[in-house]
């Protein structure tokens, strides 16, 4: 089940309670709670053997299965959406993070092609926001800093937020927070019980970036609660405990000019994910709905390189191709690399990592090839 499916099917419940009696209300949001759990993450699954042995099946997790694994599969085999990879210079390991099961799953790698996994190194505790029971969580990206390992992700939930119109898309407590741990594979442990990012709030897709020696959490407002979706920044605390400030905006959807109307009315923000280009150039990668609904991945540039900017956006979508919600990295051997999933909003077979080669020509970014097992 994709997010756009997500909302919509709440929509529609929430439509529906409008006309229930009250007594039906409890059960009519539980029978959606639990179809959520069972379809909104992807299963990362696999039946590649081991590198170089004779086969057995394995190495992934279907629906339904939580178990953890120590096989090797190819990239092509791993199904899984939102995905991260965090290249760890400590021990030239790639960790390869995205939702399933509950929790994150991590893979890793030494070569971006033949993968280890996936292991749980986080797995959501039932009180985690207290009294608001999260009902998935979306996205998750692992980061290091000043020697500690940070997991950015955002928590679902189908806890409805006081203000509520008829006629509009329903209103959850739904928002980015940071878990800390002293090792890539964890422990993860929360700061607080509740978002980082402000609880009054629709946010999602959180992301870090460093800006003259300060931290920031950079996201998305979603356009459930706004209708033309922002990606902002917010200050946060030495240690990542907690915001130092409140949001500032960058962009909205619309100012992208791929970016079109969803079905449902608004401009979706999906997926930021900053850079710093060779001439000083902000990036920040993002996605959205384009023509024929289908998820597409674009540009913003700030040239002042400041998350302040002013930020313009490129006319044309970097990925335009059924797939987006991408990160950049640096590869081991000095390759400028992106990853993100595809098909979504369209397309066919499953969803699943696909990671490029791309330039930084100076003034934008541009996709050079895809890395495959047979043309890595």
Not at 94 to 112: E, K, Q
Not at 130 to 148: F, L, N, Q, S, V
Not at 182 to 211: C, I, K, Q, R
Not at 359 to 373: A, C, H, N, P
Request: proline letters at 7%; one cysteine or more.
């Amino acid at each position: 089940m994709s997010r756009l499916e997500n909302y919509f099917n709440l929509n529609q419940l929430f439509k529906n309670m409008i006309a229930k009696p009250p007594g039906l209300i409890f059960s009519a949001l539980v029978s959606l709670l639990i179809a959520t759990q069972l379809h909104a993450q992807p299963a990362p699954a696999s039946t590649n053997a081991p590198v170089g042995a004779p086969g057995r099946r394995g190495g992934g997790f279907g629906r339904g299965m939580m178990q953890d694994s120590t096989n090797w599969v190819k990239l092509e085999a791993i199904r899984a959406q939102d995905v991260d990879i965090y290249p760890d210079e400590k021990t030239k390991t790639y960790y390869m993070v995205a939702a399933g099961g509950g929790g994150v799953r991590s893979w890793t790698s030494t070569n971006l092609i033949d993968w280890q996994g996936p292991k749980t190194i986080f797995r959501t505790p039932p009180d985690i926001w207290g009294d608001i029971r999260t009902a998935g969580i979306w996205a998750p990206e692992m980061h290091e800093y000043k020697g500690k390992y940070y997991l950015f992700l955002t928590f679902d939930s189908r806890h409805l937020l006081s203000e509520q119109w008829p006629d509009w898309r329903p209103r959850v407590t739904r928002g980015s927070q940071i878990l800390w741990s002293d090792s890539p594979t964890g422990p993860y442990l929360a700061f607080t019980n509740h978002a980082t990012t402000p609880t009054n709030m629709m946010t999602l897709d959180g992301t870090f970036w460093v800006e003259d020696g300060l931290p920031f959490m950079v996201f998305c407002n979603e356009w459930v609660q706004i209708s033309d979706g922002t990606v902002d920044y917010m200050p946060l605390k030495d240690d990542l405990s907690d915001a130092a400030g409140p949001p500032v905006r960058m962009f909205r959807g619309s100012s992208a000019k791929w970016s079109e109307l969803i079905e449902q009315g608004g401009h979706v923000t999906d997926g930021p994910y900053v850079w710093q280009g060779k001439t000083g150039k902000l990036y920040v990668i993002w996605s959205s709905r384009a023509h024929d609904q289908r998820y597409e991945l674009g540009v913003a540039i700030s040239d002042s390189g400041k998350l302040a900017g002013p930020w313009r956006q490129e006319d044309q979508p970097l990925f335009g191709d059924y797939g987006g919600h991408g990160m950049i990295f640096n590869s081991f051997d000095g390759k400028l690399m992106m990853i993100l999933h595809s098909p979504d909003g369209g397309g066919s077979g499953p969803r699943r990592p696909h990671i490029f080669y791309i330039e930084d020509t100076g003034e934008t970014l541009k996709i050079v090839r895809e890395m495959t097992s047979d043309n890595p």
